[in-house]
Nanobody
Framework: QVQLVESGGGLVQPGGSLRLSCAAS????????MGWHRQAPGKERELVAR???????KYADSVKGRFTISRDNAANTVYLQMNSLKPEDTAVYYC???????????????WGQGTQVTVSS
C-alpha cells in the first residue's frame, strides 16, 4: 500500500507565495520521477512541474520563472515552491510519483488526494 499525502495549500493574495509538500509512504523500493499537476474548475488536469530521480526539472511554460520543484529522496518527498502567484494559478494541485514496490518490479504511478490553492484578493 502506497500513499501520497499533500500539504501546504491555502488562500493567498496575488503576488504571494506558497510551498506545497507531498510525502510518499508505504511499500516503496524506489521512486522515479515525481511531479505536480493541477486542475482548475471546468478545465482539464495539466502538468505543472516534474522532476526526475536525478533532480532534472521540467516546467509548464505558464509557471517558468515563478515555480520551483525540488525533492528529498531520503524522505520520499517532493516540494513545489510557488512565487508571484496569479489568480489563474487557482486550482487543485495533485502530486504524483512513479513508484517501484520491489527490485525489478514495474513502476506504478500514484496520485495524492489534491490540495486547494486559491489566489485571490
Amino acid at each position: 500500500q502506497v500513499q501520497l499525502v499533500e500539504s501546504g495549500g491555502g488562500l493567498v493574495q496575488p503576488g504571494g507565495s506558497l510551498r506545497l509538500s507531498c510525502a510518499a509512504s508505504g511499500s516503496i523500493f524506489s521512486i522515479n520521477d515525481m511531479g505536480w499537476h493541477r486542475q482548475a474548475p471546468g478545465k482539464e488536469r495539466e502538468l505543472v512541474a516534474r522532476i526526475t530521480s536525478g533532480a532534472s526539472p521540467k516546467y509548464a511554460d505558464s509557471v517558468k520563472g515563478r515555480f520551483t520543484i525540488s525533492r528529498d529522496n531520503a524522505a520520499n518527498t517532493v516540494y513545489l515552491q510557488m512565487n508571484s502567484l496569479k489568480p489563474e494559478d487557482t486550482a487543485v494541485y495533485y502530486c504524483n510519483a512513479a513508484i517501484q514496490y520491489y527490485s525489478g518490479s514495474p513502476y506504478y504511478r500514484h496520485w495524492g488526494q489534491g490540495t486547494q490553492v486559491t489566489v485571490s484578493s
